[in-house]
């Protein structure tokens, strides 16, 4: 079974901050990862994907990268905005499970003006 | 864009009802899931279904059951509501065999069981 981790649990950071957010995983034969962004009361909205064969994608000012060697994914936010205030998810998807997700538990982050 | 909507956004319910979630997406998608999400428990996948008439459990599926009569359509039936099944339900869609391509969610639909 796959297990995502996200660290930190939450973050709170001043408008204008570069940050990153982590995500793990235990079992590395995926065939992609997924960044998703839920507002308060709202459903998901997938930000980027990363392909197994890739390392980077970039979104504006969103940039994610993926080492499936160490399990790890990083979602980097440059500039940070308190628009950007939100739960952010990442998922991942083993080889042969249909195209079932498995997801982290978020990290919360709050912008600041 | 990949629309999918779920077909109330707050419902009330009580105990021993039997209760339809639905959802429906207009990508024609082949892969289809229902989730549930709680404070502290995350993201739980209840069901999926990779074509018409197929289902498959989850993680959580105890007191659940699925229905696929057409691709765009998928239904979470809760065969008789109870209190440890409010959550905010979430559905997605993704097309294709395999992950290749990203899920898309609705809005989800807040279920309280009184």
């Known amino acids: 079974k796959q297990e995502v981790t996200q660290i930190p649990a939450a973050l709170s950071v001043p408008e204008g901050e570069n940050l990153v957010l982590n995500c793990s995983f235990t079992?590395?034969?995926?065939?992609?990862l997924q960044w998703f962004r839920q507002d308060p009361g709202k459903g998901l909205t997938s930000l980027l994907l990363i392909q197994s064969s890739q390392r980077e994608q970039t979104s504006g000012r969103l940039n994610a990268s993926l080492d499936k060697s160490s399990g790890r994914s990083t979602l980097y936010i440059a500039a940070s905005q308190p628009g950007d205030s939100a739960t952010y998810l990442c998922?991942?998807?083993?080889?042969?499970?249909?195209?079932?997700?498995?997801f982290g538990r978020g990290t919360q982050l709050t912008v600041w003006p | 864009d990949v629309k999918v909507t779920q077909s109330s956004r707050y419902l009330v319910k009580r105990t021993g009802e039997k209760v339809f979630l639905e959802c429906v997406q207009d990508m024609d998608h082949e892969n289809m899931f229902w989730y549930r999400q709680d404070p502290g428990l995350g993201l739980r996948l209840i069901y999926f279904?990779?074509?018409?008439?197929?289902?498959e459990k989850g993680d959580i599926p105890e007191g659940y059951s699925v229905s696929r009569e057409k691709k765009e359509r998928f239904s979470l039936i809760l065969e008789s509501a109870s209190t440890n099944q409010t959550s905010m339900y979430l559905c997605?869609?993704?097309?294709?065999?395999?992950?290749?391509?990203?899920?898309?969610f609705g809005d989800g639909t807040r279920l309280s069981i009184l």
């Open positions: 079992d590395s034969a995926i065939y992609n």
């Open positions: 279904s990779y074509d018409v008439k197929m289902k």
């Open positions: 998922a991942t998807h083993r080889g042969s499970t249909l195209g079932r997700l498995y």
């Open positions: 997605a869609s993704s097309s294709g065999q395999g992950a290749q391509k990203p899920q898309h």
